[in-house]
């Protein structure tokens, strides 16, 4: 099944070309049980780069934060498949890339730390974000 997804900030929307997160656990070695709180380290996006997007500003500024989402679509359908939304974000880091003999030649990467995450009904609440 073929999948595209567009992320959404700021009333802009953008191509996603890669995307990716992970919740880790600490495990107690012995019992291989959870031992601690679930936590969402950072959420890493790679999208199409667009003329005044206000990354680069977003990246720079430690204390802005901005609301998203990114949705997922059945390619053959265009049905909206997934989506998740976050808020609280931050941009911890942003690096942009050039390839002229790329497909998509332009590139923006994108590292997020969220206050929220909300995924399949299931909302995440960062411990150490939303304690700020």
Known sequence: MSFLAKLTIDD???NVLSFSFDVNQQ???GS???TGLAIINHIHISIESAENSGFFGWSVNSYEQKD???VFYKRDAMASSRTLKFTGAFCVNYNEVFQSNSANPM???LVLTVETLELDDTLYINPSIKNL
Do not use: D, K, L, W
């Open 12 to 14: 802009q929307e953008f």
């Open 27 to 29: 495990v107690n070695h």
């Open 32 to 34: 291989a049980r959870p």
């Open 68 to 70: 998203g989402e990114i």
């Open 107 to 109: 590139i923006t990467n």
